[in-house]
T-cell receptor, first 111, second 114 residues
Framework: ELKVEQNPLFLSMQEGKNYTIYCNYSTTSDRLYWYRQDPGKSLESLFVLLSNGAVKQEGRLMASLDTKARLSTLHITAAVHDLSATYFCALTMDSNYQLIWGAGTKLIIKP | ETGVTQSPTHLIKTRGQQVTLRCSSQSGHNTVSWYQQALGQGPQFIFQYYREEENGRGNFPPRFSGLQFPNYSSELNVNALELDDSALYLC?????????????FGEGSWLTVV
């Protein structure tokens, strides 16, 4: 059974700082997804990572995947208040598009 | 803009009633999934449809049922509503493998059971 663990679950940080959210998973996965969710809103797709060593960047966010360590990271560079949200990682396996979700990381960035 | 639209956006039902939630996906998006997200938690997979057939189901009782139609729309039906069914219900769709692996979510339907 695929299990997904995110940490930290809550993160409060100052603008301008760097930080990393970690996503560990228990078994081989086909694809790893990162989503952003604002309060009361739906899920916004950020990244899809498919292969070992994959790295994708969009603005101040960078996601990477290490399939050997079963670990993905979401790195935030020089955080700004607009990045405050809850971030989820999710994975699929066996070519099935059922998403297995982490618990989410609630990120608060203070001005 | 994800191309996935859901209705209604908010609704209130009484315990024991039945509800139908609707989703419309982009043309060509043959796979649709439904998720339940309780307040403060991550989404939970309910079921998935591919070309109008259910091809995956999460740990939800049979009173949660669904349909997918040829026009890329789908429905989630919940019978005998319970208070714990209060949640955000999300529809997600993806296109053929050749179109990429992104899974797109609709804005969700907020269900409150009283």
């Amino acid at each position: 059974e695929l299990k997904v663990e995110q940490n930290p679950l809550f993160l409060s940080m100052q603008e301008g700082k760097n930080y990393t959210i970690y996503c560990n998973y228990s078994t081989t996965s086909d694809r790893l997804y990162w989503y952003r969710q604002d309060p009361g809103k739906s899920l916004e797709s950020l990244f899809v990572l498919l292969s070992n060593g994959a790295v994708k960047q969009e603005g101040r966010l960078m996601a990477s995947l290490d399939t050997k360590a079963r670990l993905s990271t979401l790195h935030i560079t020089a955080a700004v208040h607009d990045l405050s949200a809850t971030y989820f990682c999710a994975l699929t396996m066996d070519s099935n598009y059922q998403l297995i979700w982490g618990a989410g990381t609630k990120l608060i960035i203070k001005p | 803009e994800t191309g996935v639209t859901q209705s209604p956006t908010h609704l209130i039902k009484t315990r024991g009633q039945q509800v139908t939630l609707r989703c419309s996906s982009q043309s060509g998006h043959n796979t649709v999934s439904w998720y339940q997200q309780a307040l403060g938690q991550g989404p939970q997979f309910i079921f998935q449809y591919y070309r109008e057939e259910e091809n995956g189901r999460g740990n939800f009782p049979p009173r949660f049922s669904g349909l997918q139609f040829p026009n890329y729309s789908s429905e989630l039906n919940v019978n005998a509503l319970e208070l714990d069914d209060s949640a955000l219900y999300l529809c997600a769709s993806r296109g053929p493998h050749t179109s990429g692996n992104t899974i797109y979510f609709g804005e969700g339907s907020w269900l409150t059971v009283v």
